[in-house]
């Protein structure tokens, strides 16, 4: 497969905001406390399988400003310092695609940590708790 290229990219810095339209058509929209939480940097991820870490608290975070990595990549700087994620293309599009089932599963391991977020609230109702 291909990898889908973007052709637009508009951060709404009221909104917190990131929007990306790809070269077949599809956009999609990121709110920055998705992209925080989702970033690929160590500090998430980890250095190995197991050491993720669960980001809190960042329902305030802004996108603060977008550089290119390559042509294959962005460089998304927060206002929290967080600065060393680089969001491929690839990656992207997937977490675009993804995006709900993404969401969740952020909020189900809040949960299961104990830690609170204004979405959980939804969620719960939704699932009928």
């Not at 977490?95 to 599963?105: I, S």
């Amino acid at each position: 497969m291909t990898t889908a290229i973007p052709v637009e990219i508009k951060l709404h810095q009221v909104s917190r905001k990131l929007e990306i339209v790809f070269d077949d058509d599809q956009s999609f929209i990121y709110t920055a406390e998705f992209l925080r939480v989702y970033s690929q940097s160590a500090e998430v991820t980890g250095h190995a399988p197991g050491q993720e870490k669960l980001q809190l608290d960042k329902q305030d975070v802004a996108i603060e400003a977008i550089s290119p990595v390559g042509n294959y990549a962005i460089r998304l700087h927060f206002d929290d310092g967080h600065d060393s994620g680089i969001y491929t293309w690839e990656r992207l599009y997937d977490l675009g695609e993804n995006y709900q089932a993404c969401w969740v599963d952020y909020l189900r391991r809040l949960m299961r940590a104990g830690h609170s977020h204004p979405d959980l609230t939804r969620l719960k109702k939704e699932a009928g708790k």
